[in-house]
């Protein structure tokens, strides 16, 4: 099982990951290191604990703010989904009512 050494507030953690994900846990721990970079240019040093605590927090938030967006996007779709099988729907019964109404004028001719 490879290890990738992450490095974040200065401090180096080897991580063991999947075969071929190396790559993947890197931009990971670049995103975390960033966060922790962001947090200590604006609080200073408050302890490595809790700039992983604040920097895992930021990035739940995110998260979670995403799973809404997700969630919106996809009512958004299905609302849309329905309406246009109502029309379609509407469309339908027009035409049967149309050639309905040509049958009707063929057997009466």
Do not use: F, W
């Not at 290890?3 to 075969?19: K, Q």
């Not at 302890?47 to 703010?65: K, V």
């Not at 009512?75 to 019964?93: H, K, Q």
Request: proline content about 2%; aromatic content about 2%.
């Amino acid at each position: 099982m490879p290890t990738v050494p992450l490095v974040v507030n200065g401090r180096s953690y080897d991580v063991a990951c999947g075969e071929g994900q190396e790559e993947h846990l890197r931009v990971l721990g670049s995103a975390i290191a960033q966060r922790v970079d962001d947090l200590v240019a604006s609080l200073g040093q408050i302890g490595e604990n809790r700039l992983l605590l604040m920097a895992g927090l930021l990035i739940a938030d995110e998260l979670s703010e995403s799973y809404k967006e997700v969630a919106r996007l996809q009512s958004e779709a299905g609302d849309r989904s329905t309406a246009g099988e109502d029309a379609l729907a509407d469309a339908i019964e027009r035409l049967a009512e149309r050639i309905e109404g040509i049958a009707a004028r063929l057997e009466s001719a």
